[in-house]
């Protein structure tokens, strides 16, 4: 039983290291901003961090920062998650008729 736990660790992190790298955000790319439900709405959390907001509905926003501290100052600023927006964009429609000119996802 034991060497089925760690057996079963071990695939897990295997599973997700790859995912947690993909999804890290990374300074050049916009990111989605994922606010609590219980907490402000992301598009204040981006402003208040000092990005540029892209798009944004409720508790979910994309923006773009110009800073390399920008995830620390979100999650400061009261963000649940911070993911790199390129891959989940990806996965989910973008309505890019919203996005700031010159922006690209």
């Excluded at 790298?21 to 402003?47: C, F, R, S, T, Y």
Aim: glycine share 8%.
């Amino acid at each position: 039983m034991r060497d089925l736990a760690i057996a079963s660790l071990f695939a897990t992190a295997v599973a997700l290291v790859p995912a947690a790298m993909a999804l890290a955000p990374k300074a050049a790319n916009p990111v989605v901003i994922v606010a609590a439900p219980w907490g402000g709405e992301a598009a204040h959390i981006a402003a208040a961090a000092g990005g540029s907001i892209l798009s944004a509905t409720g508790h979910i926003a994309v923006a773009r920062f110009s800073t390399d501290a920008f995830v620390s100052q979100l999650y400061r600023a009261g963000a649940l998650l911070v993911l790199d927006a390129t891959l989940v964009t990806a996965c989910f429609p973008v309505d890019r008729g919203h996005l700031a000119a010159g922006a690209s996802l």
